[in-house]
């Protein structure tokens, strides 16, 4: 069973950054696609980010050009920076580790997943 422990979240002024982190129990993490989630009250869970085996990164259209999406094999650790913060980005955020090498933005993707770490953006 492989656990994903996101950590990072917090308050934050609109125009802010913050750096999330999710590390993986995986021993195969470096093999795997990971990817963020993100959920507000009242929505579904929706794409954030993903990233590759190789380290390709692909964004919701949303976020492109304020998050960037990193990983670091050596720790089986995922990070997400996230500049530029709105109000509309306030949700929890997951991570999860995919089923293939590459990154999806579908969750049906996704194997494991993290218990979420708040996120809020004060206007």
């Known amino acids: 069973q492989v656990q994903l422990v996101e950590s990072g979240g917090g308050l934050v002024q609109t125009g802010g950054s913050l750096r999330l982190s999710c590390a993986a129990s995986?021993?195969?993490?470096?093999?795997?696609?990971m990817g963020w989630f993100r959920q507000a009250p009242g929505k579904e869970r929706e794409f954030v980010a993903t990233?590759?085996?190789?380290?390709?990164?692909y964004y919701a259209d949303s976020v492109k050009g304020r998050f960037t999406m990193s990983r670091d094999n050596a720790k089986n650790t995922v990070y997400l920076q996230m500049n530029s913060l709105k109000p509309e980005d306030t949700a929890v955020y997951y991570c999860?580790?995919?089923?293939?090498?590459?990154?999806?933005?579908?969750?049906?993707?996704?194997?494991?997943w993290g218990q979420g770490t708040q996120v809020t953006v004060s206007s």
């Open positions: 999860a580790e995919g089923k293939h090498a590459v990154g999806f933005d579908s969750r049906e993707e996704y194997d494991y």
């Open positions: 995986s021993r195969t993490f470096s093999k795997h696609g």
């Open positions: 990233i590759s085996m190789s380290g390709f990164t």
